[in-house]
T-cell receptor, first 113, second 113 residues
Framework: GENVEQHPSTLSVQEGDSAVIKCTYSDSASNYFPWYKQELGKGPQLIIDIRSNVGEKKDQRIAVTLNKTAKHFSLHITETQPEDSAVYFCAARGNSGYSTLTFGKGTMLLVSP | EAQVTQNPRYLITVTGKKLTVTCSQNMNHEYMSWYRQDPGLGLRQIYY???????DKGDVPEGYKVSRKEKRNFPLILESPSPNQTSLYFC????????????FGPGTRLTVT
């Protein structure tokens, strides 16, 4: 099945800095790569996603890049704010199961004022 | 308000005592799924359902059962809970399958003693 590795596990930045979280996946047939943000005490919420026919996608301060050859994708957050502090999960939909989604282990992002 | 609800939110039980965690969505979504979240392991999919009467195993189905008799409901059943099922459980739904945004419930924290 699909295997997703996520790094780093924790990331501390100063407000205004950029943050980058990286993920690798194992199934070259994977075709969908979402990123979820989980605030304390809440369920995860989709913040951005990318499909395998696109190399980059941007939504205001958030961007995701996909390198299919290297089988890795990254989340970029610019001009970080304290409210960006949360746990971020990457995920990939592999080809082994019709509709399973495999998540990374998560990155705790702390943005200090 | 479009939402996924779970009940109960917190549950402490003893080994072997059957329990059910309910999940309901009001968005007429076809796809529903259960995940467990454990420290250092991220989110792992337990079971999913593509539609009424259609269910399939995720990555960690052992010890769990599900049913999908109605489109809006997707209960998670633990026939004989064990301490290793102590975890935070999330239900999620999406319009069609896992390549669409998944809407997560607020979570159910289960402790099995």
């Amino acid at each position: 099945g699909e295997n997703v590795e996520q790094h780093p596990s924790t990331l501390s930045v100063q407000e205004g800095d950029s943050a980058v979280i990286k993920c690798t996946y194992s199934d070259s047939a994977s075709n969908y790569f979402p990123w979820y943000k989980q605030e304390l005490g809440k369920g995860p919420q989709l913040i951005i996603d990318i499909r395998s026919n696109v190399g980059e996608k941007k939504d205001q301060r958030i961007a995701v890049t996909l390198n299919k050859t290297a089988k890795h994708f990254s989340l970029h957050i610019t001009e970080t704010q304290p409210e960006d502090s949360a746990v971020y999960f990457c995920a990939a939909r592999g080809n082994s199961g019709y509709s399973t989604l495999t998540f990374g282990k998560g990155t705790m992002l702390l943005v200090s004022p | 308000e479009a939402q996924v609800t779970q009940n109960p939110r917190y549950l402490i039980t003893v080994t072997g005592k059957k329990l059910t965690v309910t999940c309901s969505q009001n968005m007429n979504h076809e796809y529903m799924s259960w995940y467990r979240q454990d420290p250092g392991l991220g989110l792992r999919q337990i079971y999913y359902s593509m539609n009424v009467e259609v269910t399939d195993k995720g990555d960690v189905p052992e010890g769990y059962k599900v049913s999908r008799k109605e489109k809006r409901n997707f209960p998670l059943i633990l026939e004989s809970p064990s301490p290793n099922q102590t975890s935070l459980y999330f239900c999620a739904s999406s319009p069609r399958d896992s390549t669409y945004e998944q809407y997560f419930g607020p979570g159910t924290r289960l402790t099995v003693t």
